[in-house]
């Protein structure tokens, strides 16, 4: 069986990724990488969701968790009562607030990233070059300027079908719930990429977003039951990994709820109970 991920050299990398400069000592060489539009992936769940029975209501803030004493039974939302056996709160980097609301306690710690777009071009990029920057920040914070250190600076690029080039790598810690464009972030992103792939200085960006993904204080998502609050699930706080994440987190809360245990992955670790124990 073909190695899930090998440690190459100079040379080598070098063979596979001509457009990064000599700075580029060796890399950890991925074979099978797989990627997907979000924005595509999401739609085929929801299409998929719809198939199965499921009602979307666009635009319905929940704005209050119902409950008959202390078991949650439903959500209210644009005025209107939704009932249900158990309540899932999956709101993302907003959830603590919707935990909240339901008596459930869920930090969320906000970690910002930003992306930049550039014109299409010929391609020039084999695969996705990722630094290893962002594990070198936290491990030796010492050898970095401090704005490296408050945005964890490292750069990914990847060049898609259309010849377009995403560059991004930031992740601000605590940054808020605000998910506007930090110029000076853009910036720093975009020199540090350029250092290593001189070919993207040349490039024009079109255009620039940002996001925040939803951070939890040990790093592992809420998946589960809350024992305190009978009828009240948490399913949030998966970080930067939620999208990928999705299938199992899915299928782990759909037996969970169904049969009253998961039959694929035990999730006890990532339990919401955990909350001030730790
Ligand atoms: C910069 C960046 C890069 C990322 N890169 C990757 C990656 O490479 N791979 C990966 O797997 N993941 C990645 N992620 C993480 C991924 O996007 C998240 O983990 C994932 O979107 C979380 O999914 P979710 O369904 O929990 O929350 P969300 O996708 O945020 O969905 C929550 C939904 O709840 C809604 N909502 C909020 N409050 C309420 C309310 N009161 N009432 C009703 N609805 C409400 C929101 O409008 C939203 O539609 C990245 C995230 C960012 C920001």
């Not at 899932?88 to 609301?101: D, F, L, R, Y």
């Not at 930090?107 to 020039?124: C, L, N, Q, S």
């Not at 810690?173 to 464009?181: E, F, H, I, R, Y």
Request: with cysteine; hydrophobic share 35%.
């Amino acid at each position: 069986m073909n190695p899930l991920c090998t440690q190459i050299d100079s040379y080598e990398s070098h063979l596979l990724e001509p457009c990064v400069t000599e700075d580029m000592l060796g890399s950890i060489y991925v074979p099978r990488v797989h990627y997907l539009n979000p924005i595509k992936f999401a739609l085929a769940y929801r299409n998929a969701a719809v198939k199965h029975g499921a009602k979307f209501v666009n635009g319905a803030e929940v704005t209050e968790i119902l409950h008959e004493g202390a078991r949650v039974i439903g959500a209210k939302a644009k005025g209107e009562c939704w009932y249900a056996g158990t309540t899932i709160n999956c709101t993302g980097v907003w959830s603590e607030k919707v935990s909240a609301m339901a008596g459930s306690t869920a930090p969320i710690h906000p970690i910002r990233g930003e992306f930049a777009i550039t014109e299409p071009v010929k391609h020039f990029c084999n695969t996705t070059i990722s630094s290893a920057q962002y594990q070198t920040i936290v491990q030796h914070p010492e050898l970095f300027p401090a704005a490296a250190i408050k945005y964890n600076l490292g750069f990914s690029v990847e060049q898609t079908s259309t010849g377009a080039c995403i560059i991004h790598g930031t992740r601000e810690m605590n940054s808020g719930l605000d998910n506007g464009v930090i110029p000076e972030v853009i910036e720093l992103l975009i020199q540090t990429a350029c250092k290593f792939i001189p070919k993207l200085g040349t490039l024009r960006i079109m255009r620039t977003y940002a996001g925040v993904r939803p951070g939890t204080p040990d790093g592992d998502p809420y998946i589960g039951l809350v024992s305190s609050v009978p009828g009240f699930c948490e399913c949030c706080g998966h970080g930067g990994e939620g999208i990928a994440l999705s299938p199992a987190t899915g299928e782990a809360i759909a037996e969970l709820l169904n049969d009253g245990h998961t039959k694929h992955c035990d999730i006890s670790r990532f339990s919401p109970d955990r909350v001030g124990k730790v």
